[in-house]
């Protein structure tokens, strides 16, 4: 494969898909713990998120968190 994983998380769809590995994990944001909070939903929407930023190259992986609690007190 061509590249470092976070060179690999930018390419198209196509490029992805003739890849024989794609691990795109170097180049996202940490894994959050939602505990015991039942807010599945909204640490889903974080991460895909944040990924979403991540490839526009509006952030970086290593300060972006977005906070998915306040996620889920604005929605209730």
Excluded: H, M
């Excluded at 470092?4 to 992805?16: L, P």
Aim: proline residues 4%; glycine residues 6%.
């Amino acid at each position: 494969t061509a590249g470092t994983s976070a060179e690999r998380f930018y390419y198209s769809a196509e490029r992805v898909a003739s890849l024989s590995e794609y691990d795109p994990r170097d180049a996202l944001t940490p894994v959050k713990d939602q505990g015991d909070t039942n807010l599945c939903w909204a640490y889903a929407a974080t991460n895909a998120t944040e990924a979403a930023v991540l490839k526009k190259g509006l952030g970086d992986k290593d300060t972006l968190r977005l906070n998915p609690k306040a996620i889920a007190y604005r929605k209730y």
